[in-house]
């Protein structure tokens, strides 16, 4: 069965910063991109980063570029998400969620990790 | 910048069909743009329903559907259930990156 299980949201400050991680089982990690989305309070999800299976390639969404960075770890089967220069509008739940291949879908989502950003 | 417009609430009885759909502020969806919807329950993670406009995914009922209809992807629920009341994302594949829409709360009443 796929699990993705999140972790390292926290309370931030405004102007830090935060790794996040997803700890991948289930699957074949190295074969499959994977995904970041947020969620708002209140708000629909938000498409953040994408990265392929073996890490060469990486995709952010355009209003989000330059404060995030995805990568992985495929020997730990873990993919990471770090964020930089923290505001407000960054709090949110952060998802984890496997690629679909072939698709250009989303398949499998982890239950997130809340981040919020306050003083 | 890409805007995928969805219905910001739609209301259907026990045991109706309801259609969502989901557009682009410029231009029409089509397969090429990989339509797929996602279904949401307060305090859950997303789940997935339909992907690559008309696929169902494990474990979905038939009652879900997906199709383009005119110059929009669409979502049909058809004998729609309590347990449908939710909210419904859609996503499409634009350029190189994916973009949600703004969701169509769904009321079953």
């Known amino acids: 069965e796929v699990q993705l299980v999140e972790s390292g949201g926290a309370l931030v400050q405004p102007g830090g910063s935060l790794r996040l991680s997803c700890s991948a089982s289930?699957?074949?990690?190295?074969?499959?991109?994977m995904h970041w989305v947020r969620q708002a309070p209140g708000k629909g999800p938000e498409y953040i980063s994408s990265?392929?299976?073996?890490?060469?390639?990486?995709y952010y969404a355009d209003s989000l570029k330059g404060r995030f960075t995805i990568f992985r770890d495929n020997s730990k089967n873990t993919l990471y998400l770090q964020v930089s220069s923290l505001r407000a509008e960054d709090t949110a739940v952060y998802y984890c969620?496997?690629?679909?291949?072939?698709?250009?879908?989303?398949?499998?989502w982890g239950q997130g990790t809340l981040v919020s950003v306050s003083s | 910048q890409t805007v995928v417009t969805q219905e910001p609430s739609f209301s259907v009885s026990p045991g109706g069909t309801v259609t969502l759909t989901c557009g682009l502020s410029?231009?029409?969806?089509?397969?090429?743009?990989?339509p797929s919807w996602y279904q949401q329950t307060p305090g859950q993670a997303p789940r997935t329903l339909i992907y690559?406009?008309?696929i169902r995914s494990s474990g979905v009922p038939d009652r879900f559907s997906g199709s383009i209809l005119g110059s929009k992807a669409a979502l049909t629920i058809t004998g729609a259930q309590a347990d449908d009341e939710c909210d419904y994302y859609c996503?499409?594949?634009?350029?190189?990156?994916?973009?949600f829409g703004g969701g169509t709360k769904l009321t079953v009443l």
């Open positions: 969620v496997k690629d679909r291949g072939g698709t250009w879908s989303f398949d499998k």
């Open positions: 289930g699957f074949t990690f190295n074969k499959n991109s």
């Open positions: 990265i392929s299976g073996n890490g060469d390639t990486t």
């Open positions: 410029s231009g029409s969806v089509s397969t090429n743009s990989y």
């Open positions: 690559s406009t008309n």
């Open positions: 996503v499409l594949f634009v350029g190189s990156a994916w973009v």
